[in-house]
């Protein structure tokens, strides 16, 4: 019996649609998804997945059915059917793909405005502080004296200055610290924002850490407690604000399994938000090329339940008092970058001793 | 003439001396023949294929393993840096100006390119800026920022390495710029009479939409360099943020142009293999217009969407909506593209020859590479995997999928027109066969690395993703192993290969309707067109090329060396003759 080609037609288009289905959302290519925001990218990657199957299937298919069946026999020298066009069949191949990649888009718009992408959130909470200040040991620290004072708050200048106030971090900052923006917009525009969902919109943060970025290390300093580590701790299920800079060239904050990530622009200041929601030790990760041992700046990710969270503080604030007091024994400018990296290159770990001997 | 008086032409000894040759010290020196010219381009670019191919294989032999055990990292940084250089600015773009130099003349019918000491200039500041690059390898300060450049990361690295990639770029934009007016004006004022623009082949529509997309683009790559250069070398801050600039400036200057970059390298070859599918599936192309207007569509749109590699970096939110619907919208006339070549293929008397199979293979894997690169236009999913392997993977896809494969098409497709003999088919499969096979093997895997966590750019990385990394390496040997067919074949055809005739495709634009090699300026005589380029399977269209050689007496006239005469034996179609 023949079977008609209407039929076939609808029998390859069911069996393309469940393969897509199939595929989509059994295709393994992600690692584990560790926050809320996280969760919600995978859908989207997922439904990117069905309907690019379906498109791969279809187009490799017609390729490889047209170049088998339609190949010319020897001898034959005639030429093929001169179709030239058809106007209805072109009209819903320009058509359909719009209609695709519309649809990817609102779906795009959507998650990335349920990650808060758009949350404006806290211009207006920031708090007010001087123009500059004055660093124990240390002239007027980084302002750019050059621009016009603002009768605006700065921003940036005043995340600058907060993160000054560490004591660790002025321990890598140096002479030639750079500026942030004197004029730059304010946060959440130029720096952008992946964080605060629609409904915590406005309201800032239950944790927030500091991320400092520089040649080949991760710091991290919470401002509540003024604790400064190589390895970023945070507690489940509370929404964290990441505010980072970097200070000598662009790194880049990623973290696979939260799906997040953001430059640490020097010069600027940037945020992310997210909310942990898996308990495990994951990685953090420098996207942007920042010199030969890129690939060696990575630093320990923690989330933890609140418990061990509260514990680790309580470790930290006591380690914190006794490095302050130590002095830097070696001085890194007579090392040479292996030496310099030998410990990170050895286990890719950045252990919090480390960071007193880096220097710019 | 007619196309019907011309091919009977093509075949009459021609009045000219010695048409078409030349010695071989020609493709030495200062020449203004736009098919030396045209040569010259792509015998040059091969050889910086070639050169950026050791280093991608240099590259990926360090990723075998985990662990930084083959060059140190700084060697690493310069290999992959000069491995990207090389092969946008000194392979591919170079390329499709070697095909568009040789073919458009041709095609339009025109004797020479309007400006042809202009055009031996462009083509004369590429190897200077080739050897320029390279010799920062020797001086040992090779630029190791990545392709991109970024400062500060720039500004801090090696001065001298940086200060040459810089010189060396601007050279190759130059370049491209000159080269990029002469086809502008030679398509618009140099065509025959009879053409007008609805008539011209589409490779010729395509160059029209890369040269029109250099031209507005090229510019603002230079003025971010030069003042990348102010700040390397003059201590001005532009980008510098110890003295206030701003990084993220540089990123917009340099991805304005480095966005459309990738449609300049794509375009002239979306233009070959819309010559190439109608010839040898021998069916008029379908939808002509829209291919034609799709290339304009993706020019335009091309220099719009830029900001796509900036929405991890500094963007505002509402900013990254504008540049993700404007990067999807392109897919809509790529698409157009695509499902017209497959049309075009459908029915059609498919002619599976070395030509054919990559123009297929282009398909195929640009789709894979088209594919990725939406889901990469979706923010919050660009996000996670910017700067990662599936970027490096999506990429390779649409350059070396698209792109290479586009030029071995247009290579084993002309080369019967550039040289008078036919390639060894045999081989020219081989090549193909290990191409593909070298190809999925070394970017598929990529997709998975990217996903799961592994960023771009590490000499180093973590352990748990060995055995992909290994199937890459691999695959990229087999890459590296399958151009040697190609260059023993295309040398050996060249000087010894089966003679082709002036038509061995019976095709019916006008680069067909001269001798092969053609005569220096052309054509005898001005050229009338008697049939549309692509009028396969209609009536005028076979009065115009004969199938057999009426007169093969004649072909084996004084300049039968040069001639390349049918054989008055063999069949019509190459394929057969064996």
Known sequence: ?360 | MTQAQLQEAANIPALLEEPGVRKWQDFFGFQTDHKVIGIQYLVTSFIFYCIGGVMADLVRTELRTPEVDFVTPEVYNSLFTLHATIMIFLWIVPAGAGFANYLIPLMIGAKDMAFPRLNAVAFWMIPPAGVLLIASLVVGDAPDAGWTSYPPLSLVTGQVGEGIWIMSVLLLGTSSILGSINFLVTLIKMRIPSMDIHKMPLFCWAMFATSCLVLVSTPVLAAGLILLAFDLIAGTTFFNPTGGGDPVVYQHMFWFYSHPAVYIMILPFFGAISEIIPIHSRKPIFGYKAIAYSSLAISFLGLIVWAHHMFTSGIPGWLRMFFMITTMIIAVPTGIKIFSWLATMWGGKIQLNSAMLFAIGFVGTFVIGGISGVMLAAVPFDIHVHDTYFVVAHLHYVLFGGSVLGIFAAIYHWFPKMTGRMVNEFWGKVHFALTIVGLNMTFLPMHKLGLMGMNRRIAQYDPKFTTLNEICTYGSYILAISTFPFIINAIWSWLYGEKAGNNPWRALTLEWMTTSPPAIENFDQTPVLATGPYDYGLEHANEGVPLYDPNPILSGGPNSVLRAEPDPAVAANPEDRK
């Open chain 1, 1 to 360: 019996m023949k079977i008609p080609s209407s039929i076939w037609t609808l029998l390859i288009g069911i069996v393309l649609t469940l393969a897509s289905l199939w595929y989509g959302q059994n295709h393994g290519l992600l690692p584990a998804a560790a926050t809320d925001e996280a969760v919600l990218v995978d859908g989207l990657f997922n439904a990117m997945m069905i309907v690019s199957t379906g498109i791969f299937l279809l187009v490799e298919g017609i390729l490889i059915y047209s170049a088998f069946r339609y190949r010319r026999r020897a001898g034959d020298n005639e030429d093929g059917p001169p179709v030239e066009g058809n106007i209805p069949l072109e009209i819903l191949w320009t058509a359909i793909p719009a209609i695709i990649v519309i649809g990817i888009s609102v779906y795009s718009f959507d998650v990335y405005n349920e990650i808060g992408g758009f949350d404006p959130h806290s211009i207006h909470e920031a708090p007010m502080s001087q123009e500059s200040m004055a660093m124990p040991g240390t002239a007027i620290a980084a302002t750019l004296s050059d621009t016009p004072p603002d009768t605006e708050p700065n921003l940036n200048q005043e995340k600058s200055d907060e993160a000054m106030q560490d004591p660790a971090t002025a321990e890598v900052r140096n002479a030639d610290q750079i500026p942030q923006l004197r004029n730059a917009p304010g946060v959440g525009s130029v720096a952008p924002t992946i964080g605060g969902t629609p409904e915590k919109a406005g309201k800032p943060a239950e944790l927030q850490v500091n991320v400092t970025g520089l040649q080949y290390a991760w710091i991290f300093t919470y401002p509540e407690t003024g604790i400064t580590t190589g390895e970023m701790h945070v507690p489940i299920g509370r929404e964290v604000q990441i505010s980072m800079t970097a200070n000598d060239v662009i790194h880049a904050f990623w973290v696979p399994e939260f799906r997040l990530k953001q430059d640490a622009i020097p010069g600027r200041q940037s945020e992310i938000r997210f909310t942990p929601q898996k308990v495990g030790d994951y990685v953090l990760i420098c996207a942007e090329l920042c010199g030969p041992y890129h690939g060696a700046m990575r630093a320990p990710v923690v989330v933890e339940p609140q418990e061990a969270f509260d514990k680790w503080v309580q470790e930290q604030l006591v380690a914190s008092k006794e490095t302050l007091n130590q002095a830097i024994a070696v001085n890194p400018a007579d090392l040479s970058p292996h030496e310099f990296l030998a410990p990170y290159t050895k286990d890719m770990g950045i252990k919090p001793e480390i960071l007193h001997q880096v220097h710019h």
